[in-house]
């Protein structure tokens, strides 16, 4: 049987797969992108600008009832982040598409919760177990860092996330309270970053990536020491929240 050394070794030589590929990936789009021809670019900005006026005429309202239900049953949440500043921050301002997308997320977070804990537990449950996830039990006096390392652990989707915390019966009003503060912050730079691309304020948008990378660092550092200080087998590792699910939100 596998050990969680062993585990957390296996995802961590993924996850470095991974980002080679997409590194490769990335370059390779970069070189074909530069070869293309002026006109061929002219044509997709048209393009993307009649595809964001299209999705701008179906209203707000759809755009973030979306954002609430989608992600709750496995849609990721960076398109949504990304697209809400650049489609709507000319329309309704920054400040108020950052107050709905933290709505959003906030009844993101409590269908989810719902789904997994009360509606469709079994199934939830058979779901986790065939991607490889296991269901952590909850340290006595622990649910409020319980479910901050949950939410800081890299490489889960968002949605098993939210999963996890419903199939472990985090109370509810800790699993909101911290599972919101720590979504909406990382969301609130994509938006920025998406509102300050589409308006052509470069300074912002490089601001805002510095903003994700370093928030980034200091996840990981933090985690790290915040599951160094929690007692031996009391907290999750990230192997045991990572399974087979894919990296990204």
Same mark, same amino acid.
């Given at each position: 049987?596998?050990?969680?050394? *062993?585990a957390? *070794?296996?995802?961590?030589? =993924?996850?470095?797969a991974?980002?080679?590929?997409?590194?490769l990936g990335?370059? @390779?789009?970069?070189?074909?992108?530069l070869?293309l021809p002026?006109?061929?670019?002219?044509?997709?900005r048209?393009g993307?600008?009649?595809?964001?006026?299209?999705?701008r005429?179906?209203?707000?309202?759809?755009?973030?009832?979306?954002?609430? #239900?989608?992600?709750? +049953?496995?849609?990721?949440?960076?398109?949504?982040?990304?697209?809400?500043?650049?489609?709507?921050?000319? /329309?309704?301002?920054?400040p108020?598409?950052?107050?709905?997308?933290?709505? @959003?997320?906030?009844?993101?977070?409590? +269908?989810?919760?719902?789904?997994?804990r009360? +509606?469709?537990?079994?199934? /939830?449950?058979?779901?986790?177990?065939?991607?490889?996830?296991?269901?952590?039990?909850?340290? =006595?006096?622990?649910?409020?860092?319980?479910?901050?390392?949950?939410?800081?652990?890299?490489?889960?989707?968002?949605?098993? *996330?939210?999963?996890?915390?419903?199939?472990?019966?985090?109370?509810?009003? +800790?699993?909101?309270?911290?599972?919101?503060?720590? @979504?909406?912050?990382? #969301?609130?730079?994509? #938006?920025?970053f998406?509102?300050?691309?589409? *308006?052509? =304020?470069?300074?912002? @948008?490089?601001?805002a990536? /510095?903003g994700?990378?370093?928030?980034?660092?200091?996840?990981?550092?933090?985690?790290k =020491?915040?599951?160094?200080?929690?007692?031996?087998?009391?907290?999750?590792?990230?192997?045991?929240?990572?399974?087979?699910?894919?990296?990204? /939100?």
């Amino acid at each position: 049987m596998e050990s969680t050394d *062993q585990a957390a *070794q296996r995802h961590r030589r =993924r996850r470095l797969a991974v980002l080679v590929l997409c590194g490769l990936g990335a370059l @390779a789009a970069g070189v074909t992108a530069l070869l293309l021809p002026a006109e061929t670019w002219d044509r997709a900005r048209e393009g993307v600008a009649v595809g964001m006026e299209w999705l701008r005429g179906l209203g707000a309202g759809w755009f973030f009832m979306a954002f609430a #239900i989608l992600p709750a +049953i496995g849609a990721p949440v960076s398109p949504f982040a990304f697209g809400a500043g650049s489609l709507f921050g000319p /329309v309704l301002g920054l400040p108020m598409v950052l107050l709905l997308s933290g709505l @959003a997320m906030a009844a993101s977070m409590t +269908i989810s919760y719902g789904l997994a804990r009360y +509606i469709l537990r079994p199934w /939830v449950e058979r779901l986790l177990g065939y991607l490889g996830y296991k269901v952590p039990e909850v340290p =006595r006096g622990k649910a409020a860092l319980f479910v901050f390392l949950v939410r800081m652990t890299p490489g889960a989707p968002y949605v098993f *996330q939210s999963f996890l915390l419903g199939l472990a019966e985090v109370p509810f009003r +800790i699993y909101l309270a911290v599972s919101w503060v720590v @979504a909406t912050a990382n #969301i609130s730079l994509m #938006i920025v970053f998406g509102d300050a691309l589409m *308006q052509g =304020r470069g300074k912002v @948008a490089v601001a805002a990536v /510095v903003g994700v990378v370093l928030v980034v660092v200091a996840v990981r550092f933090a985690r790290k =020491r915040l599951a160094a200080r929690a007692e031996v087998g009391a907290l999750p590792p990230e192997a045991a929240l990572e399974g087979r699910g894919g990296d990204g /939100v």
